[in-house]
């Protein structure tokens, strides 16, 4: 295994500078690190200030907002989420997950039931109003990504980004105890994402690997503080027909220290079915995906004992 970069875009340089930069790294290894984007330096500090003060809180504190089956929402205990793969051990964190705030008389909860508002922890005070004011920086360097993602396959930005109104975007706040070198598993098990788009911080104590397609070796993320790290979702694969490559990645915490990370995963509206808006690459062939129900898909296959259901949505998987 070998540490190193990926490339670096910045959102501050002209289009037709940064356009090529993103082409390249979304095609070769789709993850890319941006600078120039919307969420400050004093943001992710905050950030990276709120997350181990709520974890160190008692468990029995912790458990009062513990997530269930029905709802998308809530504290996540350490080493509760399962992979559901034979051989590999429960992910060794323990999280919050927050979704696209959406009040409960909202029309689209009766069409999909992952909408709804968040439960919101009543310790540390301002993890909320922080977290809030993150979610809407990374909103909005989302919303320029998708738009430099629509010019290079070619689409037209306004319909792109109609697909992500009233999105299934959400974000999971996380801490990964240090692991002994000795314990085999992982902090999050080797996969692919199933969103669109991913937007990450990681944390400087590293543990972040990617593996590059038809390569064996692991490469350790080395990302500055103030970087933001995206990486290529299936949902954004599926579109470009296999043009941009979802990456298998995995998170191994070694360093001897807590970690930290809060990802931001970028989904569209539920009612979105995804499928090629362009020719497929040669031996591309996957079935269309109805984005409500593969979201609630692999939410329900998170569950100890769950196991996956025939969808054919093909998701996620690992080939080699």
Aim: charged share 20%.
């Amino acid at each position: 295994m070998s540490k190193g970069s990926i490339p670096t875009i910045d959102l501050r340089d002209p289009d037709h500078v940064t356009i090529p930069r993103l082409d390249n790294a979304l095609t070769e290894i789709g993850f890319v690190m941006v600078q120039g984007h919307s969420v400050s330096a004093r943001l992710v500090q905050e950030m990276r200030q709120q997350l181990p003060r709520y974890f160190a809180q008692p468990l029995q504190e912790k458990l009062k907002d513990r997530i269930e089956p029905d709802n998308y929402r809530g504290y996540i205990p350490l080493g509760f989420f399962s992979p559901n793969v034979d051989g590999v051990s429960t992910d060794q964190y323990e999280g919050y997950k927050l979704h696209e705030e959406t009040p409960a008389d909202d029309p689209i909860c009766a069409m999909c039931d992952l909408y709804g508002p968040n439960r919101w922890p009543n310790n540390p005070s301002q993890l909320e109003p922080v977290t809030r004011e993150f979610w809407q920086a990374c909103n909005t360097t989302g919303r320029k990504l998708l738009t430099l993602i629509a010019t290079i396959l070619g689409l037209n930005s306004d319909r792109f980004l109609a697909c992500f109104d009233q999105p299934l975007t959400n974000m999971t706040l996380l801490h990964y105890p240090a692991q002994p070198a000795n314990l085999e598993g992982f902090g999050i098990h080797p996969h692919k994402d199933t969103d669109a788009l991913t937007l990450l911080f990681p944390d400087p104590v590293g543990g972040l690997w990617l593996r590059r397609h038809g390569q064996s070796d692991w490469l350790e993320i080395a990302a500055s503080p103030e970087t933001m790290v995206v990486n290529i979702g299936d949902l954004l694969e599926h579109w470009s027909g296999g043009y941009f490559v979802s990456t298998p990645h995995k998170v191994v915490n070694l360093s001897g220290h807590a970690r930290y990370s809060f990802p931001f995963f970028i989904v569209p509206r539920h009612d979105v079915v995804v499928e090629p808006l362009i020719p497929c690459q040669p031996h591309f062939r996957r079935a269309p995906v109805p984005v409500g129900a593969v979201s609630r898909e692999v939410w329900r296959t998170n569950w100890p004992e769950a196991q996956p259901d025939d969808t054919g949505f093909d998701l996620g998987t690992l080939n080699d």
